[in-house]
């Protein structure tokens, strides 16, 4: 099926392409952003969570008469209180093999994991808040926690009873002659990894506002989501507040990485605290409770092994895929997207591959919930294949540019044995520019040297392909549900500047520059006459959520379409005024121009003035109207791609690992700003590289959080952050706007692979091969020890 | 992450500050806050009264005089970093103080303040041990003088009495060799293992050694047998004393690394520390 708002308009790239400054960053590092925090209403009250200090258990009792009492206490809620309005919050993954779990607002009879809100203390501040919650007494009886996601799958207690055998998620698919191609395999490489539970930790932690007007039914709710017109639309199915009298409001938000990309119980409680209590509630996240509460992600435990024939190219793989889901499903993503999109979607990767044997599951545990954390799915997958491939490449005593050569996609279109289409890619290009920009000789060579003085370093590669622009194409591709579309309003103003808003919500990644890069080319005005909007209201569009690398393509095409109305008024005004063919008429450097008439113009300016106030100027049946509204979501799957490459140095003296150099390639289509792409290539990268040798949240064996702090939970800092070369490929997308094609995600994607290998390639004169992250100092200590 | 009722006290001489703590014993220093401010909002310290050092002008200030360095309680980790005078006289010192965490820390974090929290993982009190400093304390019934041997107690306990206040630190500077080192995972996080070294030199031979080991083990310690080891031995002649390094301290496990890990990278440090006393002898 096609709808028009699939169609994209063409597009001459003229501010697209250039490094155009980011429009926020003066505003936002000199210290004027207003996040969550800033915003103070009149007679706020602020909410403060008793959280469950068991992993599990039955409540017993809970005594809340101390903290009503208390001085400033307002209001204390339990769990019967919050399900009088609301059971909880349904959770699943529309695929094969999910089912479903309810998570109450606040715990009732039984806590399932060590942070769950059982209880919330509503105060005149903060502080207060904080000393009722102390005076809370909660009784519990303690269950035997589940921890152990593969274990838990094979029966013994529960984690959360409505998933009485802990699966959560299970299903899989065999494609081709999977048994044949390991029978008649000359080497199979396999191995099991485990890729370790972490937190997207944005700088902001989460937060809530809402406030509610019983004259007129009105709630409004600031949150810092990336999913704001979802928070809406649960608000309305969840709590019955009318869907008109809803508004979700966004304010500058520091980071969001996935984390923010959910429905969080605090988020559906606030609204009703401040109906009932009829003032403002305010809840902000300490960083304990962000570590605790907030979604985990990306833990898996996954076997996998690739088949390879005599010339190492790769004929199958096998892989298991077990997610460690925590107690509940956390909506909209669930913890059944990273072990489904590991076991289903990365295992054959940018390589042919012709038969795959795909399982995947979820196990529920005693733990905080799974959720998104950017490169959902796609991190750990590309972790194993990109791992096994190095692996191979020893094993073979091939370099890891020859060994993936021999079996990457050459030809496109490309249908892999999952049946997704790649239109295009450069997945070939990526490896060979990789080895050029990292001048292997030359690495060799003083890998040799340097070892011979004691020094031990390596190089890791991975390369990935990405899905980006997440759609209802994609979803279909992938047999997933969800529908998706955004909308983009643009409004040109009689002095011809245009104000733009989008339906996404923006947490630092420039989309106010690069969507007005797209509107100045297609409506020939100068970036200082455009203002780009986010979706700082649902009040404004609508939007399916800043996630799955959409943002520069989705809000890109809407933007685009709507430009392209307001375009086409501006060429018929000024074809009617210059006497010229609409055909002939271009919008360029804040002019209509004649093609081929030299000197014939007429400015943006007294288009946009004549619309407004010279009725004389325009031609037969013409429409003022310079406001347009207009839907995108992308008639078929995008995907991009890359790869790192990275030199690592381990020190023998404490087995810490440095970055020397990271070598990225990244192919997204056209660039609508370098700068930019390239400051997610960094950030992401990093992260990964955090992900690869610093962070993990750690549950000890009853199931408590041991890393609840900063100083616990290691985020690489700023001397985490390595040099970079970055080279750009441009295959464009055939159907996006202007060819673009999203890659948010693709640093974390692909880097911890990277580092993996390069510590792997380290080590490789010891014998040992490292298959988990983090990898920890004392695991290199002990390869480099012998 | 908000702390609990206390009421604040910010008194302008030590003899008050010793009686707002004897009239409160629940009552607790503020001397900094980069260690206390954060317990207190984690809920993780309760004190009823804090008395505030930041208007006591006495207790700052760093001077040099009659071979012993002596530094103010309430001087931050950055004056003493930046201090030229200690630059001059302990560069060692000064480079110990920019191994704590982070410049916005440094510059509210005072050395009486890290002293009196005696952290196991905190530079100064190894450094105390090493150099045989002394602190200066004030109580309601007079002043006396400490030794860091006697002040450290174990994790977060020292010899102070309630209502005692350190007015100074202060260290020897009478030629001995000074050497700090640490591994720290990121720069700034707490050390892994922290050494702090003091020993003469002569004809090539170490002496007097003093080694103090923080971070990898439970609480700041000596290690008397691997100084022993090393007395009248040649820096290149130490593999008895590396040995009784490795097996005199009670090293501790963590999510960041286990004992056997802390003892292997203290070995490290310790073989740093003694390379660098070698290249010294051989300068000398």
Not at chain 1, 195 to 223: F, H, K, N, Q
Not at chain 1, 517 to 526: C, R, Y
Not at chain 2, 6 to 19: I, L, Q
Request: hydrophobic share 40%; glycine share 10%; with cysteine.
């Amino acid at each position: 099926m096609s709808f028009p708002h699939s169609q994209s308009p063409s597009i001459a790239a003229r501010s697209i392409g250039a490094r155009v400054p980011r429009g926020d960053d003066p505003r936002l590092l000199t210290g004027r952003g207003q996040y969550l925090a800033d915003i103070v209403l009149p007679g706020e009250l602020h909410a403060c969570f008793v959280r469950s200090s068991a992993a599990h258990a039955r409540i017993t009792r809970v005594t809340t008469d101390e903290a009503r009492a208390l001085d400033g206490v307002v209001a204390v809620w339990t769990g019967e209180d919050a399900a009088k309005f609301c059971e909880g919050i349904v959770g699943e993954l529309e695929v094969e093999g999910c089912f479903a779990t309810t998570m109450p607002l606040l715990a009732r009879d039984i806590v399932r994991y060590v942070g769950e809100p059982v209880a919330v203390v509503v105060a005149e501040s903060r502080y207060v808040a904080e000393d009722g919650c102390d005076l809370v007494d909660v009784d519990y009886e303690p269950l035997e926690p589940v921890l152990h996601p593969r274990s838990a799958l094979e029966g013994g207690p529960s984690a959360n009873e409505e998933l009485p055998d802990n699966v959560a998620l299970r299903g899989g698919k065999v494609l081709g002659d999977v048994e044949g191609a390991f029978n008649d395999a000359a080497r199979v490489i396999e191995a099991t990894f485990h890729s370790g539970r972490l937190s997207a930790g944005p700088m902001e932690t989460r937060g809530v506002i809402a406030s509610y007007d019983w004259t007129s039914r009105r709630l409004r709710l600031w949150t810092g989501s990336q999913m704001p017109h979802y928070i809406k639309y649960c608000l309305t199915a969840y709590l019955g507040f009318p869907e008109n009298e809803c508004e979700v409001l966004t304010p500058d938000t520091g980071g969001g990485f996935g984390q923010k990309a959910h429905i969080f119980p605090e988020e559906m409680l606030l609204p009703l605290l401040a109906r009932e209590l009829d003032r403002p509630v305010k809840w902000v996240e300490d960083r304990r409770e962000n570590l605790m509460t907030a979604t985990h992600a990306h833990e898996q435990f996954i076997d996998i092994a690739y088949a390879f024939d005599s010339d190492a190219r790769a004929t199958g793989v096998r892989i298991r895929a077990t997610g460690d889901g925590g107690a509940y499903h956390q909506p909209p993503w669930s913890m059944g997207v990273e072990p489904w999109c590991t076991a289903m979607v990365t295992p054959t990767g940018v390589y042919d591959i012709p038969a795959a044997d795909l399982t995947y599951e979820a196990a529920a545990t005693n733990k905080t919930p799974i959720g998104a954390y950017r490169g959902v799915g796609y991190m750990a997958g590309t972790l194993v294949r990109e791992c096994l491939m190095d692996d191979a490449a020893r094993a073979f005593k091939l370099s890891p540019f020859d060994i993936r050569r021999r079996s990457v996609v050459r030809e496109f279109p490309w249908t892999n044995p999952q049946g997704i289409v790649y239109d295009e890619g450069s997945w070939l290009q990526t490896i060979d520019e990789l080895e050029r920009m990292v001048d292997y000789p030359a690495f060799l060579e003083r890998q040799a040297a340097l070892r011979a003085e004691g020094r031990f370093i390596g190089l890791g590669l991975s390369v990935f392909v990405e899905s980006s622009g997440e759609s209802t194409a994609m979803g279909k591709a992938h047999d997933l549900g969800g529908i998706y579309h955004d909308t983009a309003t643009v409004k040109m103003e009689p002095n011809g500047s245009v104000t733009v808003t989008i339906g996404l919500t923006t947490q630092g990644q420039g989309h106010r520059t690069t969507m007005a890069q797209v509107v100045a080319d297609s409506l020939g005005v100068p970036l200082e006459a455009i203002t780009v909007r986010a979706a700082e209201s649902t009040t404004y569009g609508w939007g399916s959520g800043t996630v799955g690398s959409r943002g520069a393509v989705i809000a890109g095409g809407a933007v685009l379409r709507a430009s392209n109305v307001i375009r086409t008024k501006l060429v018929a005004l000024a074809a009617s005024m210059l006497e010229a063919d609409p055909a002939d008429i271009d919008l360029v450097d804040g002019a209509a121009v004649v093609l081929g008439v030299p000197g014939s113009s007429v400015s943006i300016i007294d288009l946009a003035t004549a619309v407004y106030f010279d009725q004389s100027a325009w031609p037969a049946d013409f429409d003022p109207t310079l406001e347009a509204t207009l839907a995108y979501d992308p008639a078929r799957p995008i995907f991009s791609n890359g790869g790192h490459a990275m030199i690592v140095e381990v020190a023998p003296e404490t087995g810490f690992v440095t970055v020397e150099k990271v070598f990225s390639v990244e192919d997204c289509g056209t660039v609508i700003n370098p700068d930019i792409v390239e400051g997610q290539i960094r950030g992401g990268v990093v992260q990964g590289i955090g992900a690869a040798l610093l962070e993990r949240l750690v549950y000890d064996d009853s199931g408590q959080l041991v890393t609840t702090t900063l100083l616990d939970y290691h985020m690489p800092s700023m001397d985490f952050s390595p040099p970079f070369e970055i080279h750009h490929l441009e295959t464009p997308s055939s159907h996006t706007p202007g060819g673009i094609k999203g890659m948010g995600e693709s640093g974390l994607i692909a880097a911890p692979a990277a580092v993996l290998n390069a510590v792997n390639d380290a080590l490789s004169h010891t014998g040992t091969v490292l298959h988990d992250i983090p990898i920890t100092p004392e695991q290199v200590l002990r390869a480099l020890r012998g | 992450m908000k702390s609990p009722v206390f009421a604040y006290a910010a008194p302008n001489t030590v003899a008050e500050a010793c009686s707002l703590l004897a009239d409160d014993e629940d009552a607790k220093l503020l001397a900094g806050g980069q260690s206390l401010v954060p317990l207190l909002a984690l809920r993780l310290a309760a004190p009823t009264t804090l008395v505030d050092l930041r208007l006591v002008p006495a207790l700052t200030g760093i001077t040099h005089d009659q071979g012993v360095l002596r530094l103010g309680a309430m001087t931050t980790h950055r004056s003493i970093e930046r201090s030229p005078l200690v630059q001059d006289v302990a560069p060692a010192i000064a480079e110990a103080a920019a191994l704590i965490a982070h410049p916005q820390v440094r510059t509210r974090g005072t050395i009486g303040g890290a002293v009196a929290h005696a952290d196991a993982a905190a530079e100064w009190p190894a450094v105390l041990l090493a150099m045989d400093g002394h602190v200066e304390v004030t109580g309601t019934g007079g002043s006396r003088s400490i030794s860091a041997g006697d002040l450290f107690m174990g994790p977060f306990m020292t010899s102070l009495e309630p209502d005692e206040v350190i007015t100074s630190v202060s260290l020897p500077i009478d030629g001995r060799e000074i050497w700090v080192d640490e591994h720290q995972r990121r720069h700034g996080d707490y050390g892994l293992s922290i050494l702090a070294m003091t020993y003469q030199l002569s004809d090539g031979l170490i002496t007097d050694v003093r080694l103090a080991v923080a971070g990898a083990t439970g609480s700041v310690t000596r290690a008397p047998e691997a100084e022993a080891a090393l007395e009248g031995r040649a820096p290149a002649d130490s593999n008895d004393a590396i040995t009784a390094l490795a097996a005199e301290l009670s090293y501790t496990s963590d999510i960041h690394g286990s004992a056997d890990y802390r003892r292997d990278i203290t070995t490290t440090l310790f073989q740093r520390a003694l390379r660098a006393a070698g290249e010294r002898s051989g300068q000398a």
